[in-house]
């Protein structure tokens, strides 16, 4: 081992030697991204850099290393800095969330940006790729939940600590229904991630169902003309903020809007390292950082505090075989699927209780419960397989006394399914839609 080879590992140890900067200069400029010249050694994938360009610094993570130097993906959109220009590594990020943070709306890099002033530090950094809890020491999860929503108690029951997707195209009333489980009560703590969202819904989403929640509310928020790298941090923010709740023995709500925007972030920087895609575009990074991020959610260890996740995904082009989506499908405890067809009937939320399935439902339901779910979905198979047979005049009532029932039945349900963002929440579903019969 040479001298350089003893200084490299003696640099190694970033908290030892704190003072020194590790630095190299700007090789080459790319669209939203650039190769810098440094000591590969002392680097890993991860790290943070700092470029300082001539108006104000730019910061960007290292996505991939090789012989020549690093490729850094800066967080900002555009890079205003000019060859040659330095850079150094700088520390590792670590938020460090504390009950001060409720109540507050930061950007991906732990900011506020909600103009209340600096942001509390707590004791404890919270890293942002954190392991989930050891399966074999996870608490188990079999408390119910009530989420206010007629459809959801009804057909697809969740349990605290399940973690469940809301999979619907564009426009279907995804980001509505999201708003109106983030109401629920119950919860210690509430963390929300709009992750490529349109500017303008976020003050309509703070500003409307989710402001009764927002005094024990952390929202995080990287809009869609942010850069790739943010909306690929701020879905890490957030559950780094809910597993310091977590861990603090509170119960925490996360709901994140949307993972399939993460994935599409993921996938800019994975090609921008220089990974090869292998389905429709994604390269194999995505398949394993989609798990590896919704896994951190569920309960957490034995006698402490859980988070229930509700995650929605964006179907690209309405094709739910959409590899992100069914890898998103086989890792989430449940799906509730939104149909633009119901939602063009103006039903909503326009939930396919089809569709729809809770993997958790059988610790909710009571075995009557369970019975008459059994019955309805059956009714509703046999009237929605009937509806083109129905439109050509082609039924005729007293033939089949099944699908008279479902014809008498099933409009009433639906409509008694119907709930607006400003209706107050259901406390017993059951109920509702036994009074909606009679009635």
């Known amino acids: ?29 790319g669209f939203g ?16 850099m ?55 709306v930061i950007n991906a890099l732990g900011q506020p940006i909600d103009g209340k002033g600096e942001l509390p530090r707590g004791e404890r950094a919270m890293p942002l790729d954190a392991d989930p809890p050891p399966a074999m020491r996870r608490a188990r999860v079999d408390q119910p939940l009530r989420t206010g929503v007629r459809a959801i108690d009804l057909f697809t029951p969740l349990c605290a600590a399940q973690r469940m997707g809301i999979f619907a195209g564009s426009g279907v009333g995804k980001t509505t229904l999201l708003s109106m489980l ?4 119950g919860f210690d703590a509430v963390v929300v991630a709009l992750v ?34 943010m909306r690929r941090q701020a879905p890490k923010l957030a559950v780094a903020v809910a597993e310091y709740f977590r861990d603090r023995g509170q119960s925490v709500l996360l709901v994140l809007d949307s993972v399939t925007r ?38 957490g260890l034995e006698g402490g505090g859980s988070i229930t996740g509700i995650f929605s995904v ?26 633009r067809a119901i939602a063009d009937q103006g039903r909503y939320p326009a939930i396919n209780l089809l569709g729809s399935i809770s993997r958790l439902a059988d610790l909710v339901w009571t075995p009557q419960q369970r019975e008459l779910v059994r019955t309805l979905k059956g009714m509703i198979a046999r009237f929605e397989d009937s509806r083109d047979l129905r439109l050509m005049g082609g039924y005729h009532a007293g033939t089949d006394p099944e699908l008279d029932q479902a014809v008498a039945l099933i409009p009433k349900i639906y409509a008694a399914l119907r709930q607006d963002p400003s209706e107050p929440e259901s406390h017993d579903a059951f109920l509702d839609l036994a009074n909606a019969l009679r009635g």
């Open 33 to 48: 991204h650039c190769r810098i010249r440094i000591a590969t050694p002392l680097l890993r994938l991860g790290d943070r």
């Open 1 to 29: 081992m040479n001298a350089l080879d003893r200084l490299a590992d003696a640099l190694g140890d970033r908290d030892e030697h704190p003072l020194v900067r590790v630095g190299g200069a700007v090789r080459e400029i």
């Open 314 to 339: 964006l179907i690209d082009g309405d094709d739910h075989n959409d590899p992100v989506a069914d890898s998103i499908r086989g890792t989430l405890d449940g799906h509730i699927v939104l149909d």
């Open 196 to 229: 490529g969202e349109r500017g303008r819904e976020v003050r309509e989403f703070l500003e409307g169902p989710i402001l009764e929640s927002r005094p024990r509310s952390v929202v995080v928020v990287a809009t869609g003309d942010e850069s790739p790298m």
């Open 50 to 104: 700092r470029i300082e360009a001539a108006g104000r610094p730019i910061d960007g993570e290292v996505v991939r290393i090789d012989e020549e130097g690093v490729i850094l993906k800066p967080f900002e959109g555009r890079i205003e800095a000019g060859l040659g220009a330095p850079a150094y590594r700088m520390a590792a990020a670590a938020p460090r969330p504390c009950e001060g943070w409720k109540d507050r």
């Open 262 to 299: 993460f994935a599409h972030a993921a996938r800019e920087v994975a090609l921008a390292a220089g990974e090869p895609p292998v389905a429709r575009g994604y390269p194999p990074s995505v398949f394993g950082d989609l798990p590896r991020l919704l896994e951190r959610a569920g309960p």
């Open 182 to 185: 983030a109401r629920c009560s």
